[in-house]
C-alpha cells in the first residue's frame, strides 16, 4: 500500500542526498508512471500540500502535477500544473507550464496577475476579475472594457510605439 513517516517536531521527515560532484543533477526524487498505455493529458505524478484548516479537517491547500502532453514516442512532451485553494476549492489552477505556453488562471479564477520591479509594486498588472491591464499602475478604471492604463511620472512618461525594422516610432505622452 504505502509508507508514513512521522515526526514530533519541525524537522526533516525524508533527505535526499548526493555526495557526487559533477555539474549534472544532484538528488533526484522520481515520481514514474509505469504503464503502456499513456495518453495525452494523463497525471504523471502530484506533489500535494494539506493542513488541517480550523474545523480540523485535512485540507488540500495546493499541488504541483506534472502531465503527459504528447506521449509519442521521440515526441515526448509534457508539462507541470500548478493549482492553490480558492474559496473553499482545492483544485484551481492558476498556472501551466506547457510545451508550447506558459498559461496564468486557465480556470478563470478572481486573482490578479502581478509582475514587480526594483521599487514598483505594480510594473505589469493584469485585473483577474475584469479585462483591465495596468503598466506601472493598478487599472484606474475597473470594469472598463479592454483598457491598458499606463502610469508615469514627468515629462518623459509615456508608451514609444517603434518600427523593427527602423527603429524609428511615436512616443504618446501621458
Aim: hydrophobic share 35%; net charge negative; aromatic share 6%.
Amino acid at each position: 500500500a504505502g509508507s508514513t513517516i512521522t515526526t514530533a517536531d519541525n524537522s526533516s521527515q525524508l533527505k535526499l542526498i548526493s555526495i557526487d560532484a559533477d555539474a549534472s543533477r544532484g538528488s533526484v526524487l522520481e515520481l514514474s508512471r509505469d504503464n503502456s498505455d499513456a495518453a495525452a493529458n494523463d497525471h504523471v505524478g502530484s506533489i500535494t500540500f494539506t493542513a488541517d484548516d480550523s474545523g480540523d479537517t485535512q485540507t488540500e491547500y495546493a499541488s504541483i502535477t506534472g502531465f503527459i502532453s504528447d506521449p509519442t514516442n521521440t515526441s515526448e512532451a509534457g508539462g507541470l500544473i500548478f493549482d492553490t485553494a480558492t474559496g473553499g476549492n482545492p483544485a484551481i489552477e492558476k498556472m501551466r507550464l506547457g510545451p508550447t505556453a506558459v498559461v496564468f488562471n486557465e480556470d478563470s479564477a478572481d486573482v490578479d496577475f502581478r509582475v514587480e520591479s526594483n521599487g514598483n509594486a505594480n510594473a505589469l498588472f493584469v485585473d483577474g476579475g475584469g479585462t483591465d491591464v495596468g503598466i506601472n499602475t493598478v487599472p484606474s478604471n475597473p470594469g472598463w472594457s479592454t483598457n491598458v492604463h499606463v502610469a508615469g511620472a514627468g515629462n518623459g512618461a509615456g508608451i514609444q510605439f517603434t518600427d523593427n525594422t527602423s527603429g524609428s516610432g511615436n512616443n504618446d505622452g501621458l
